[in-house]
Structures are given as structure tokens and as C-alpha cells.
């Protein structure tokens, strides 16, 4: 019924197919390539060993940028109680948007790596947190009481420092990638490791870009540049161009013909795209000087469509 469960169809008509005949081609066709990642995890790694993506991946759509949203939710929405000596406040953060953040897939990978290495103390930490959280009826919780219920651990540090300018949000970024990097060494990782390379090119530029200034910027407008690149950042993958199995955006498959197509997503609103009028032009101009409106793009689309049709034994 919802899409990513077409990722796990997709996965399950692919190894039928591979059953059948080994050796034919198949392409996953994704017009909405949001959808690449639940296609990614639904694949049977036993039915298909190898594959290739041909499309990039927003890096929007990857759970390392709801990582860095959460963080910055946290650091946010949390409230600042002047202190009468410095006059500066003192940040209590959210119970709430501390327990979501500690709850992310990324954060609870590195705690099962944590729970793999000989120091016994730190076995656990982000699950003694929540629950230390949750037996002191904490709602609001300042900095230094998060860091002391996990025993001073760097992890904590990173994530719940003040941050006062860009300057901290950049040494907290350096910190949580290089800890989170040692969780994903192994090589079944790869795509969560680009993840955090990716991420660190994108802080790194950022950083030198600030770095000369002479006024910091403040948290807001620090997250403001940084979502911009995020949203003009993509993912790039790279595979064995000539596998059996490819898994394409719609615009790749111009001119390639395959044995059988699984397409996901023809629904309306993503196959045609919707009708966007993004020209500063009006319709009845375009259409008078002959220039090309969206029927032009839904007709592309509708060529592509066919031609894909064209020489397929299979379609699903």
C-alpha cells in the first residue's frame, strides 16, 4: 500500500526472476528516487549477488541528514535560563528531542560497536541514558547532567556542548563523524560510510569558507548554509556498469532495452511529473512562440515509457 513496501516487492519479484532465468537482464526502473533505499535494503542479497545503481541519491533522502536534523532540533528547541553571574544562558535541552535523537539508527549502531569492545563501562550508554532520563522525570535537561549520565563519554560531549556559534557546531560535527566512522569500517557499510564522507567535504568547505571571517555566524544561519548544500549535494554510486541487475531512474534508461522491467511508482504525480510551471513566462506565450511547456516534458516522459516497453519479454 505505501511505497516503501514497493522497494520490498520489487526485491521479491527480482530473486522470482532470477530463479527463473539467471542470466536475464533486469532493470528496477525508479521514477521517484526516494525510493532508492528501501529498493537497496529490500534486494536479496542470496538472488542478487551483484548490481548496479546508475542514479544518484539526494542527500536529503539519507538518514544522516535526519541525524543532523534531530541534532539541530535539539540544540533548537531547548530553552536558555539566564544565570544572575554571567548573564548568559545556561541551554536545558528537550527530553523529548534528546530520547529521538538518542534513538537513531546511526547512534544505535555505534552503540553495538561500543557494546563489542573490552571497556565494560561504556557497554550500553545510550539505553542508560534514556532510561536514567526517564526515572528522574527529567524535562529539561542541561548540558553538563546529559554528559555526567554518560559517564563523560565523547559521543555525549559532541552532541549536547553548547553551541554558542558556527565554530562549535563545526568541532561538534568533526567529533561525531570521526566517532561514528569506526562503526562503520566494515566493508557491508559502504553506503553509510559515503554518507559521512560526504558529510565531512560538505562541513570541511563550510568551515574554510567561515573560517576568514571576522563575526561568527550564529547556530541558525549556520544551518541555514548547510542545509542549502545538503540539498544541492548528491550521492554518487558506482557499480559494474554491464550487471545483470540495474537499478536506474527513468532518464537513464534511454535507449537500453531489457528483458524484464519492474517499474515502481507509476502513480499519478510521479509518472508524468507533476505539471511544475516553474517558467517566468505564461503558458499562452510559450504556446504561441512555440516554446516547450510541460505537455513537452510529460511527452518526453511518455516516449521514455514506451520505448522501455518496446523490447521487454516481462513487465511488472
Known sequence: AN???QGKVA??????????????KVAVVLPDETLLLPVLHGL???AVPEYNVTMGLNFQSTPLFNLVDLLFEVHLTGVREGSPETGYGVP???HLAVSKLLQHPFLRRYQRWLDQQPEEHHHGLLDRVCRTIVQRHAVLLPAEELVEIGQGHPLLEALFATWNNCDDIIRACYTIIDLLKKAYQDQHSAVEAEYLYLFFTLVKRLDSVFDCREQRLSVRSFRRFLYEQM???RL?????PIADVQVMGLLETRALDFDHLIILSCNEN?????KRHSSLFPYDVLTTFKLPTYADHEAATAHQFWRLLQRARQVD
Open 236 to 240: 554518487p554510486f558506482s557499480g559494474e
Open 231 to 233: 540539498k544541492a549535494t
Open 44 to 46: 536479496p542479497p542470496d
Open 3 to 5: 511505497a516503501s513496501m
Open 270 to 274: 510521479v509518472l508524468p511529473a507533476p
Open 92 to 94: 536545558r535541552y528537550h
Open 11 to 24: 526485491g521479491q519479484l527480482l530473486a522470482e526472476s532470477r530463479r527463473r532465468q539467471p542470466s536475464a
